[in-house]
């Protein structure tokens, strides 16, 4: 027998289907008047809040009610071949933007009643920047990490916040070059801090042009909310193109979903998860799934830690925890034999240009121990998820009878194989050996490239500026394995070919010549 409250709740769903098909704007408080239902405002939201998703309604809270809409399609903002090589000249050297820099230094000013140079004020900021620090490389349970007093959101501004805005905008770039920005977007920043990702999304939309945002976020701290008000109040690039809601104060483990916007094209995780150290890794999975309910049909989520090997084995057991029920991980994780791989030992991060100081950052760092307080390295680890699958890859399915799985390169060792994997790092050694982690998905042991430098040729020399999460070819590879790290190498000779997957290479007939080679 069907329970009469969900045949009820079904009449509302049916009448707000209606609604939303008929009227252009309307009031939620309309929907329960037909249904003749007496249902508060706030619960009847919350029963319908997955429906509005469903229906790409937008919501606006009035006075006493919820105001409803229909969401307008959008096409995507590309990226000319013009605008990439602008923006490629401001990665390759990055500097935080005037007008974020000076609104920092203005709320120093503001907040402490001292001119921000002063040297009692920056002695305490370099107090707070090594308590921070020294909490943060706690790990589980032990870290504590906590911004409910001033100087502690002052250490995070003048330390952390340069490197986190240009990163966001890094994966902002990202997202816009993989077709994946909109002209017109709905964006929800999940433990905002002091407006980092809003800030990011600003200045990065105001570098491109020709963009709407609508932004959105959720922070628990009183003393960031504070900052972020006053940051985001700052005259911005952008004008009326872009509008900077108020955040919501909530602890994210404890938000009702129903009052998370619904119909957004992108949800973002910055270095937050890692600092929810009361969730186990399968709760914060469930977490960033039941956040994606707001997440419109062809929308993003993006997870970035710290690129340390903790947080960054943490991000991928937490994107495969989250994937599932409709949700599919889709970089820089490729599964390129249609099997989901083991991420227990999934250690991959992106390295980009260091980053410009800040005037601030300067007179923090002045002295004997100034490396101290001294952040201009942008390492980061990142997943991007979507509702739908990945589309099919150009070059895939791969022939097994060119290609070795990564998984069974225990049968090959000390034989020269061919193997398509997932580039997932720069390169991890220096300018004698290169060595770059790669991953087809397959395999449950750490997998690497190596290049001596010696062995460079033209075959191969494209292994050196190959994409992070890129697909790639790598024909005629010497295995060999590595009992002290338990990890594959595979040996990348002057006989050995590098590129990009393509169809012509994909499919074919031989595995690759082997060699007898000597045992050890």
């Known amino acids: 027998m069907i329970h009469p409250s969900c045949m ?7 009448i707000l289907a209606d609604y939303a098909r008929r009227k252009r704007i309307f009031l939620l408080s309309e929907v329960l008047a037909e249904a003749d239902r007496k249902n508060t405002i706030p619960e009847t939201a919350a029963a319908l809040w997955p429906q509005f998703t469903a229906l790409d309604l937008v919501t606006e809270r009035v006075p006493g009610d919820l105001r409803l ?26 500097e935080l933007p005037s007008w974020i820099s000076d609104a920092i230094l203005d709320y120093i000013q503001i907040k402490t009643g001292k001119a921000w140079d002063d040297p009692g004020v920056l002695q305490k900021v370099q107090r707070a920047i090594v ?34 805005i240009l990163q966001a905008e890094h994966i902002l770039f990202e997202l816009a070059l993989a077709g994946l920005l909109k002209k017109s977007m709905r964006i929800l920043d999940l433990g905002t801090g002091p407006g980092i990702v809003p800030l990011a999304i600003v200045d990065f939309l105001g570098r491109i042009g020709g963009c709407t945002a609508d932004i959105y976020s959720v922070e628990q701290s009183e003393e960031f909310i ?24 909530s602890d994210l483990s404890t938000v009702p979903p129903y009052d998370l916007p619904p119909s957004l094209d992108l949800i973002v995780f910055q270095n937050v998860l890692n600092e929810m150290t009361g969730l186990t890794v399968p709760e914060k999975g469930g977490l960033v799934r039941e956040c994606a309910k707001a ?18 084995m943490d991000l991928r057991r937490v994107a495969h925890n989250a994937a599932g029920e409709g949700l599919f991980i889709h970089a ?24 410009r100081q800040t005037s601030l950052m300067e007179m923090l760092s002045r002295g004997d121990e100034g490396f101290r307080y001294r952040n201009t390295d942008i ?8 509702k739908g699958p990945p589309p099919p890859i150009r070059g895939l399915p791969l022939s097994p009878r060119r290609y070795a799985r990564l998984s069974m390169l225990e049968r090959h060792i000390n034989r020269k194989i061919n193997v398509a994997a997932v580039v997932m790092s720069g390169n991890l050694g220096d300018r004698r050996t290169y060595v770059y982690r790669i991953c087809d998905g397959t395999t449950k042991r750490p997998v690497y490239a190596v290049l001596l430098a010696y062995h460079r040729s033209i075959e191969n020399k494209e292994l050196l500026s190959l994409p992070y ?16 790290y338990k990890a594959y190498n595979l040996l990348v000779t002057r006989d050995s070919r590098v590129g990009l997957l393509s169809m012509e290479n994909a499919g074919g007939h031989a595995r690759g010549r082997r060699s007898k080679g000597k045992k050890g």
């Not at 999460?469 to 002290?484: D, E, H, Q, Y």
């Open 8 to 14: 009820a709740e079904g009449r509302l769903a049916d």
């Open 69 to 94: 809409w229909q969401k307008a399609p959008s096409a995507p903002r590309i990226i000319t071949p013009d605008e990439r090589i602008r923006l490629e000249a401001f990665f390759g050297d990055p």
């Open 131 to 164: 308590s921070q620090k020294d909490e943060y490389w706690k790990e589980g349970q032990k870290k504590r990490i906590s911004y409910k007093k001033g100087y502690s959101v002052l250490g995070y501004l003048a330390y952390q916040a340069l490197v986190y």
């Open 226 to 249: 504070e900052a972020f008000r006053f940051l985001a109040g700052t005259k911005v690039p952008g004008g009326d193109s872009i509008t900077i809601h108020p955040p919501l104060q």
């Open 295 to 312: 997440l419109s049909s062809d929308g993003s989520i993006i997870l970035v830690e710290p690129a340390d090997m903790v947080n960054s």
């Open 332 to 355: 820089p994780c490729r599964f390129l034999w249609g099997t989901r791989c083991n991420p227990e030992q999934c250690w991959s991060f992106v390295k980009k240009p260091p980053i």
């Open 379 to 386: 390492k980061y680890s990142y997943s991007l998820l979507r």
């Open 469 to 484: 999460g890129s697909i790639a070819t790598f024909t005629s590879v010497l295995v060999r394995f590595n009992p002290k």
